[in-house]
Structures are given as structure tokens and as C-alpha cells.
């Protein structure tokens, strides 16, 4: 008697679990809602989400680790970065998180004695340019392996006593990895 007892116990309560899968403490008003938040490389990054299903909504904007409460149904997400844009689709469900990461983009930021005239090329090994930026910035890119060319600028005493020369720095097999910031130092 005590084990059929406890086999329907079992059986009614593994039945139960989708049923409460809608969150039954919720409002009926809040279960037309769900939650979106997302995280990239940068703080300064934002997203768009734009709606497919539930059509007609304004665009929304979010900034990473932001919570927002949007209608229940199918979005775009863009996710505006230094140089890039990300797009993926996402499903918002009742009254839960649907939280993205934007994968596969790390940072690099070159250090130089003259960051607003020095310049950054971004090489791939098949010796394309990826990006090519001021030293001041920091440039947003996909994983993998670079050759990073700096150009600096001539020094200020060397261009009243000799022949303007500019000097060029490469660092090869500079690696970017994810949700990271590649640091690479140039001194004079």
C-alpha cells in the first residue's frame, strides 16, 4: 500500500513539471512578458531588438547587463561594436531570462608615446588588413591570430635636425581572444 502511495506521489509530481513551467504564482497579465539582457566585449556596446513575431513594435535599445521586460514572441538582436555588428535571432518565453553572449570578439588596445598620431594596422596571416585605426582607440575584433603593425609618428626634434623617417613596429602572432582585451606596448 505504502509503495503505491508512493509511485503515484512519484508519477503526479513528474506529470506536474511542464505544467508549472508558466510560473502559476504569476499574474496572467505578467505571463505575456519576458526578459531579455546580454553581455559583449565592451561596455559601450549597445544592442538593438527589433520584433518579428509581435510586428510593429519599436526598435528597443539595450546596453549589456541591462534587464529589460519585453512582449512574449520572436526578436532580432544587433549588437553595435567598435567596427562590427552582431545579429542574431532570439525567442523570448513567458516570465523567464533569455540571456545572450555575443561570441567570438575579444578587444586590442596598443599603447604608443603618441596615441592620437600613431597607427594601428591589423594584419590576418594571409596578409590582409583587418583594421586599420589610431592607437588611441580600441578596435573591437574577431578570435585569432594577427600581425599588428604600428606606424609612429616622427619625434619633433628629429624632424627640425634630419630627414623625416617614420619608424614602423610589428608584432606578430598577436592573439585575440574572447570577451578579453589584448594589451600591446610600443615605446620609442
Known sequence: ????IFAFAAIFSLMGLQAFALDP?????ERAFGFVSFESPLPTDTAQL????PAGLPPMTLRPGELMRVPVGQYNIKVKMQGYEWTSPVTVTPTELTAMVVPG???LKVSTPSPTTDMVEVMSADNRTVASFP??????LPIGTYSVKVKLSPDVTVQKTQKVVSRD??????????NE???????K
Open 1 to 4: 500500500m505504502k509503495r503505491r
Open 25 to 29: 504564482v504569476a499574474p496572467v497579465e
Open 50 to 53: 527589433t520584433g518579428v513575431a
Open 105 to 107: 570578439f575579444g578587444n
Open 135 to 140: 592607437a588611441s582607440e580600441i578596435r573591437t
Open 169 to 178: 613596429v610589428v608584432r606578430a602572432n598577436v592573439q585575440i581572444l574572447p
Open 181 to 187: 582585451t589584448r594589451r600591446v606596448v610600443v615605446y
